[in-house]
């Protein structure tokens, strides 16, 4: 749930100000090569929030189907490196294009 609330706060203050300034000029006012670098934070954070969000329902799934064994299979070191990967993945599909 932390990466989750990180993810949104990210969108909130490093994604939506430059796209509320965006939509309110009509064009990008901020330096050029500022713009795929806000691009690629825009797709970071949002694909970061919809892993972890798919994170967080496989744990749930988990943890209704088999409940003796979940303390078991989700271990806090395995919950760590979910997470981990989820923001590398995101991190990756974001920032490797550019």
Do not use: E
Not at 23 to 33: A, I, K
Not at 71 to 81: E, I, N, Q, V
């Amino acid at each position: 749930l932390v990466s989750l609330f990180m993810s949104d706060l990210m969108v909130g203050l490093v994604v939506m100000p430059p796209a509320m300034l965006n939509q309110l000029y009509g064009r990008w006012v901020l330096r050029g090569d500022f713009c795929s670098l806000w691009a690629s934070f825009d797709v970071m954070c949002c694909s970061a929030s919809i892993l972890n969000l798919c994170l967080i329902s496989l744990d749930r799934y988990l943890l209704i189907t088999s409940p003796l064994r979940y303390k078991l299979r989700m271990t806090s070191c395995r919950a760590l490196g979910l997470v981990l990967a989820a923001w590398t993945l995101a991190a990756l599909a974001s920032f490797l294009p550019i």
